[in-house]
């Protein structure tokens, strides 16, 4: 990882659609399978709320941080557990981080099925890129392996 770990803002547009993804979730309408995650603020100890894509590869699930090393993630390194939401259904999950060289084939599988919302994050790396493109940019987005605990 880099002394400066890579982290795109969102934009104003962005940061508004996903706070209606959020919403929708939190009312039971999940887009294409998006989840509202609920993760222990580090330094508030409060709940903090971000839509999400759970990705499922080889029966496993994940979560992926398209944007970078974000706040949810510094979050979820710290606690360790979290929730994804759909309206009155709530999974609660413990997560294990997924080192850089494990990345790979979920990276791929999770810009196949998400890129078109999420590949302008990458740097230019999509699904059809090399497996060494893939790999380089692996340690820009972190990936966590969700276990579902109730």
């Known amino acids: 990882m880099s002394a400066t770990p890579y982290y795109l ?4 547009m962005a940061i ?3 706070n209606v993804v959020g919403w ?3 009312h039971g309408i999940s887009l294409l399978g998006s ?3 609920s993760v222990r603020g580090r330094k508030s100890g409060q709940m903090q709320r971000i839509p999400v894509n759970p990705h499922t590869h080889d029966g ?6 398209a944007r970078g090393h974000s706040q949810w993630v510094r979050n979820m390194r710290v606690a360790g557990v979290g929730e994804l939401r759909v309206g009155r259904k709530v999974r609660t999950f413990s997560a294990v981080e997924v080192p ?14 998400w890129g078109w919302e ?12 090399t497996d060494e493109e893939i790999i380089a940019a692996a340690p ?5 392996r969700i276990t579902v605990t109730r």
């Open 16 to 18: 508004r659609l996903n």
């Open 35 to 37: 989840a509202e995650l």
């Open 100 to 113: 850089d060289a494990e990345k790979l084939q979920v990276l791929r599988t999770y810009l196949e099925k």
């Open 140 to 144: 820009d987005h972190p990936v966590f």
């Open 24 to 26: 929708l979730a939190r």
């Open 9 to 12: 803002q969102g934009s104003p």
């Open 60 to 65: 496993d699930q994940y979560l992926v941080s």
């Open 118 to 129: 999420v590949n302008q994050y990458f740097k230019g790396v999509t699904a059809q890129s």
